[in-house]
C-alpha cells in the first residue's frame, strides 16, 4: 500500500477508490516529485487559485461559485496535517465533485 493512499484513507469520507489514488499518483508523478509542489498551502490565495483553475476547471472540468468553497472545505478537513498532500487534497476535492471516475 502507498504512503499517498493511507493519507487518503485519513481524510475520505467514503471507502477509498485504490484506482484513482493509482492514477492521480500517475498523473502527477512530476509534481509530487517535487518539494515545492508536493504540497498544498492552503494559506496561499495564489496558490489556491492554482488548484482551482488548474485542477477544478481544466482537470476536472468544472465552473461555479461553489468551487472555492469546496476548497475551503477540503482545507478545513486536512487543517490538523500542516503540510497538506496535493494528492490527498486533489482527491478529496474529485470526491467531494464526484469526479473520482476522472481517474478510475
Known amino acids: 500500500m502507498s504512503a499517498h493512499l493511507d ?7 467514503k471507502p477509498v477508490n485504490e484506482a484513482a489514488v493509482a492514477s492521480l499518483e500517475k498523473t502527477y508523478r512530476l509534481v509530487l516529485s517535487k518539494p515545492d509542489t508536493r504540497y498544498v498551502a492552503c494559506s496561499d490565495k495564489a496558490e489556491l487559485e492554482t488548484v482551482r483553475k488548474n485542477f477544478l476547471e481544466k482537470k476536472l472540468g468544472l465552473s461555479g461559485d461553489d468551487l472555492d468553497a469546496s476548497i475551503k472545505s477540503v482545507c478545513e478537513t486536512m487543517k490538523a496535517t500542516r503540510s497538506k498532500s496535493r494528492l490527498t487534497f486533489y482527491y478529496l476535492l474529485a470526491e467531494h465533485h464526484g469526479k473520482l471516475d476522472t481517474f478510475a
Open 7 to 13: 493519507d487518503v484513507k485519513k481524510y475520505a469520507k
